[in-house]
């Protein structure tokens, strides 16, 4: 294949990828702007609580991460029955971890309070999260069935029901946290209810089309007998992918725990700075979970110079999204934050001056952000998880996290310092990773055509 008909063949996969990311992010960009609008305490609390929940929600979703590759392998293998087994195993283990993650969310308060946490806001957080974190059983499962469908290249129907549960939180939201309708005004608790009723027709939305439209794989059938062969593979696949994510999005929870130390407004401020950058991070992780499938369908191919043409392409156009992000950030900073905050908040001017900072930074680490996830998406196509499981607990918690802290506190420099260690964190990734796949893992894929 051409480099243009890779340019096509990722766009045509990745566009709904990106869009169905941009529709989850929407979820999230909903509950930031309502609650902005409710209260600047309220906006801290659940963006704290945000963080804490996408510790274990991306420590659980390694599974779901790992049906990805496994099924596109097996698909470019025309191994049917391989896809039953690896998806139901998936949503095993899903299920599984729920059962071990859920004491960890009801019982939240106390461990916010011993990660330094104001009392009153670490209150609102874990009252938030003992009604939210119901909705981490299906929105795990969800993320099984999408990844499942998306390695079938169906990410079409990923985009639509992503987009339903998107329309789904912002009714459920703005009837429940303000009282509009008839409905109680719920505050911060009708955003948790909105957020597990918006996952739960998800995953029945998902399932639906799973059964309706692919019978042959008979997903459910049977559903409770084990097959543990392949369900240690899936772990084995799953456990590093999860521990991956979680030591990126430890980095990015403990950066909020460090805006709390600074107080709720500084927080309130990362928070919105946090759903801008995320929003550009959307567009890499779309083209990443493309270049995942397209990987894996490579190496079952064992075809290593389609692997490595589609590697390069990938990784452009996350530059060019970058530059057009950086961009924005830089030119527009002030308008782009006004829009999570009413035109009268008391605290805006202190939070449009912290938060312009926080977007400068920002504009720097969008690049090398871009970068590692291009290149954890096309290791994980070629199933090496360990070895970058292992760069990423490095680049994280031994560069970014210090950096972090030493940067905001030891040397004074505030959100800034904090936000400035998360570009430490990630550019030491993004070089390590890209890194491993061109030097090394590429070179154990087939033979050059």
Known sequence: MTYGGHVRAIAVLGVPLIGGHLAQFAIGLTDTVMLGWYGVEALAAVTLASSYFFVLFLLGAGFAMAVMPMVATAAAEEDETSI??????????????????????????????????????????????????????????????????????????????????????????????????????????????????????????????AVRVLPEHELFRRFWRPDWEMFARVFRLGVPIGLTMLSEVTMFASSALMMGWLGAIPLAAHGIALQLASATFMVHLGLSNAATIRAGNAYGRKDRAHLARGALVVTIMSLAISAVAVTLFLVFPEQLISLFMEADDPHRGQILLIGTGLLAVAALFQ???????????????????????????????????????????????????????????????????????WGRTINRVGVLA
């Open 367 to 437: 690049t090398v952000d871009g970068a590692q996830v291009i290149a954890l998406g096309v290791l994980r196509g070629v199933q090496d998880t360990t070895g970058p499981m292992v760069i990423a607990a490095l680049s994280y918690w031994l560069v970014g996290i210090p950096a972090s802290y030493m940067l905001g506190f030891q040397m004074g420099w505030g959100g800034v310092g904090v936000w400035s260690g998360l570009v430490l964190g990630l550019a030491c990734a993004a070089v390590l990773l890209m890194t491993r796949f």
């Open 84 to 209: 039953r087994r690896i998806t139901r195993m998936g949503l095993w283990l899903s299920m599984l971890f729920f059962v071990v993650a859920l004491p960890l969310l009801w019982w939240s308060y106390p461990i916010l309070l011993l990660m330094g946490q104001e009392p009153a806001v670490a209150e609102t957080a874990a009252t938030y999260l003992r009604v939210a974190g119901w909705g981490l059983l299906p929105a795990l499962l969800v993320m099984v069935l999408k990844s499942y469908l998306a390695a079938l290249e169906r990410t079409q129907v990923v985009f639509w029901i992503t987009i339903a549960a998107a329309v789904t939180n912002a009714v459920t939201n703005y009837a429940l946290i303000f009282g509009n309708w008839g409905a109680p005004e719920l505050g911060v608790i009708g955003a948790a209810i909105a957020s597990v009723l918006t996952q739960i027709v998800s995953l029945l939305a998902v399932v639906v089309y």
